[in-house]
């Protein structure tokens, strides 16, 4: 086989520009794109990265192609900040569950924070703290989210490829159990009753948890086909509590549906003992049989 | 070609040495990650030794016993699939010359003849409906048709059924009848072996076998016709297109809709779902792409993205897509049903949504009501789950 086609579209001449900004994160999602070691080094001979605080180059305001946006909306000063970016950037892509969702301090919506700081802080009165942390796109408008936490470095790897060839990234929006059988990764629930969230939780990452032999905890938000209400209900159906069903549910991405409602329908369903620590651990006693 | 002889216990390894010898990579079962899965073999001891598997709807689990067996399981998440039509793989790559214009290369390909070893009756019936699929007509998948053509089959007749196998109601097993080149029959002293073409009999005269005795040929005999008397689940007189055609407006299928996941589990371990994805990855400098395909399965709704829209919106419809295709219109397409009874898709269903009791519910009249349905399928102390303690 040797054929050729004529070239269809000249290339743009001028080295794409590329900035990855920080909101309230912990800086896991920077380091997945640092942790992609040599594609990196052959990204930055592709283009130019003006502003990256973790890996050093710092120019907030710069003018870019691609801006990749890392973190929630937590402060007072985020709004401005973000808008500005927009203002500067062709493209805004949201990496990871914080920037996507508002992460796992998103937690907080869902009670009185004032309270907890009050409780841990001497002098909270110099927090800047909003109420809520909430996803980037509450705030400007995002041409792509991509979940996880943190991101898998490959999938905004070829996120970038697809954006500097002039085409719209294809990102998976199905199911992590299909990557699950294509690596030919043993099932965790079926062979070991651990609960897994993977039937509900879209694909991305490699599904790296059940390869070490763990459930899946959600990370990367709800599949576009995710039947949460079925899942919760066999979880439940086999002997789950309502409070760790709720826990499952209301985790990483608690602010997202249909996870949030389905996962209140449980905490509601958790009557006798209130839950004053919902979605901390993610690890259910029920799931491991070791 | 119909050699039967005996292979003494003690003696095992000399076939995977043979087989070796003869130039074969030898891939068999073993235990990993609580299952039984397949990989490379270089001695007995790794087979899975008085292991057997306890199957359930949305449940698998190995046991340990005594026996001295290595065939006593029936079957493990996977068998020959992922070795004949692989979950992902890059099939050609293109280039930008200087010019501007393309060049188009095909990606090579390195096969090893491969020997596997264990194969059940109810995978060989489906890799002959994958060979149909892949290998008919004037353009075979060269992929496939590669891999394939690398394959020396030692099948095992099973003595064993899992709770969730069915072959004997889709006519597959549980002896296996054709596609193989030797077929093993275990008892405790040893292994009947019998020929079934020209290169088993080139791998068997090499072994220090002897005559089978009558004896132990009925002993075999017996045991094979008790695992298809352990078989507990069975399905719907057919042909069912016909009459699955005439249920697509059934009110059951709108129950799946509280049960199934749409995860595509099913079709995954589903030893004859061939559905694959095409895509295309370009290289950072845009001169070099990449076309993969992967496993795709029509619970996904790319799947059924067709002309700028999704057909198959809804999770039942996908179900009622799986369903009709396997059990019905299969038998338009390749002359018979799409099942061959392996129960994979009832145990690693996370669910334990069973094809067989759906089925049993469509079938019957609408308008009558079927039986009082659990989440998530059955509930009655022997489906999976993820409080069940042992
Ligand atoms: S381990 Fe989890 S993600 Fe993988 S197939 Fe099983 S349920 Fe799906
Ligand atoms: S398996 Fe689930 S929890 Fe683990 S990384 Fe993937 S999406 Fe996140
Ligand atoms: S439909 Fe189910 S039982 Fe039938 S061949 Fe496929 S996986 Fe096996
Ligand atoms: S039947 Fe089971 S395995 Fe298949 S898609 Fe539905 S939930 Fe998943």
Not at chain 1, 98 to 116: K, Y
Not at chain 2, 64 to 87: E, I, N, Y
């Amino acid at each position: 086989m040797n054929n050729s086609i004529p070239h269809a579209a000249p290339r743009s001449t001028h080295r794409p520009r590329v900035a990855v900004h920080k909101f309230s994160s912990c800086d896991g999602c920077q380091l997945a794109f640092l942790n992609l070691g040599e594609p990196l080094l052959a990204l930055a001979e592709t283009v130019d990265i003006l502003h990256f605080a973790e890996a050093g180059p710092i120019d907030e305001d710069a003018v870019v192609d691609i801006a990749f946006v890392e973190g929630s909306v937590a402060t007072s000063k985020d709004a401005a900040r973000l808008k500005r970016i927009r203002e500067n950037s062709r493209y805004v892509i949201t990496i990871g569950a914080c920037a996507t969702a508002g992460g796992i301090q998103a937690l907080r919506n869902m009670h009185d924070s004032g309270e907890w700081i009050a409780g841990i802080y001497a002098q909270p009165e110099y927090l800047d703290l909003l109420p809520e942390s909430r996803p980037i796109a509450s705030i400007i408008k995002v041409d792509l989210e991509l979940w996880g936490c943190p991101v898998n470095g490959e999938q905004v790897l070829g996120v970038t490829k697809a954006l500097l060839i002039g085409h719209l990234p294809r990102v998976d929006h199905s199911a992590v159990c299909m990557e699950c059988k294509r690596q030919n990764v043993v099932c965790v629930m079926v062979s070991q009753g651990k609960p897994c969230m993977g039937p509900v939780t879209q694909t991305g990452c490699g599904a790296i948890c059940p390869k070490m032999q763990r459930d899946c905890y959600a990370c990367y938000g709800p599949a576009v086909q995710a039947n949460v209400s079925a899942l919760s209900t066999y979880f439940a159906a086999t002997g789950m509590p309502a409070r760790e069903v709720a826990q499952r549910l209301l985790f990483i991405n608690s602010q997202t549906e249909p996870f949030t409602s389905a996962g209140i329908h449980w905490q509601n369903k958790t009557s006798a003992a209130p839950n004053t620590n919902p979605g901390i651990n993610p690890k259910t006693s029920l799931g491991a049989e070791q | 070609m119909n050699i039967q002889r005996f292979l003494p216990r003690d003696r095992l390894q000399t076939l995977i040495d043979q087989l070796m010898s003869a130039g074969y990579d030898v891939i068999g079962p073993q235990v990993r990650d609580h299952a039984i899965i397949f990989d490379h073999l270089a001695g007995v001891d790794q087979l899975p030794i008085g292991i057997t598997d306890e199957q359930a709807p949305g449940r698998y689990r190995l046991e340990k016993s005594d026996s001295v067996r290595c065939f006593d399981w029936a079957t493990g998440p996977q068998a020959l699939k992922p070795m004949t039509f692989v979950s992902r793989e890059t099939l050609w790559r293109s280039d930008r010359r200087p010019d501007g214009s393309l060049a188009f290369r095909e990606e090579p390909m390195v096969t090893r003849p491969t020997a596997i070893i264990g194969i059940r009756a109810c995978d060989l019936a489906a890799l002959s409906i994958h060979d149909r699929h892949f290998m008919h007509g004037a353009h075979p998948d060269p992929q496939y048709s590669q891999r394939r053509q690398s394959l020396f089959l030692v099948a095992v007749n099973c003595m064993r059924s899992a709770a969730t196998c069915f072959c004997t109601a889709t006519g597959d097993g549980p002896r296996a009848r054709s596609g193989y080149d030797l077929s093993l029959s275990e008892l405790d002293e040893g292994f009947i072996l019998e020929v079934h073409t020209e290169r088993g009999r080139d791998v068997v005269v090499r072994l220090d076998v002897t005559e089978a005795t009558s004896a132990q040929i009925e002993r075999a005999n017996a045991g094979i016709e008790q695992a298809a008397k352990q078989q507990q689940r069975t399905l719907p007189a057919g042909p069912l297109q016909d009459k699955l055609v005439a249920a697509v407006e059934h009110p059951h299928w709108k129950t799946l809709d509280d049960r199934c996941l749409s995860c595509g589990n099913c079709t995954a371990v589903c030893p004859t779902c061939f559905c694959q994805t095409h895509g295309d990855e370009i290289s950072l400098d845009g001169r070099q792409t990449s076309h993969v395909r992967q496993w795709e399965s029509c619970f996904n709704p790319d799947h059924s993205y067709i002309h700028g829209i999704v057909i198959r919106t809804e999770r039942p419809q996908r179900y009622r897509q799986w369903l009709t295709h396997k059990f019905g219109t299969w038998e338009e397409q390749f002359g018979r049903s799409g099942c061959v009874g392996c129960g994979r898709c009832i145990a690693w269903c996370p669910v334990g949504i069973d094809v067989t009791e759906e089925l049993a519910a469509l079938l019957i009249e609408p308008g009558i009501e079927p039986p009082a349905e659990q989440p998530g399928g059955k509930s009655d102390g022997q489906s999976g789950g993820v409080a069940h303690h042992e």
